[in-house]
Each structure stands twice: as C-alpha cells, then as structure tokens.
C-alpha cells in the first residue's frame, strides 16, 4: 500500500487524482478504486493498477481528514 494526499476530486464525476507521498508521479483516482469517501487534502492510502491509459489509484482509503 502507498500513501499519498487526495489533490483533487470531482464526485459528480467520480475522477480525480492523488500526489503520492513519496515525490512520485500524481496518479489518477477514479470512484470504483474509491471505498471511503475521498475530498481534496484528505491523506489517504491506496494500491495501483497499470491500466492501458495509465496508473490508476485503487482500493483507497482515508487515514485523514
């Protein structure tokens, strides 16, 4: 699992994305990877998974508020 902050997120949309914790490349989130309720600023943890379009955040959850 990796750690990282919610940068933004747009739940009428369900997309998003998350700036890892350790300097990483921004990875995005979109609302079937999602289990808690993500805003922006939230410290969440998450996996990732290679996907034709990219790296996409999964089975996020928040630590913090």
Sequence with gaps: ?????VKFYNPKEGIG????SNG???VS??????????????IVQFDIEFTPSGIEAI???VLST
């Design 24 to 26: 990483g490349r921004e």
């Design 17 to 20: 994305s998350i700036t890892p």
């Design 59 to 61: 089975k996020v959850i």
């Design 1 to 5: 699992m990796r750690l990282g902050t």
């Design 29 to 42: 989130v979109f609302a079937r990877g999602v289990i808690d309720p993500i805003r922006p600023n939230n």
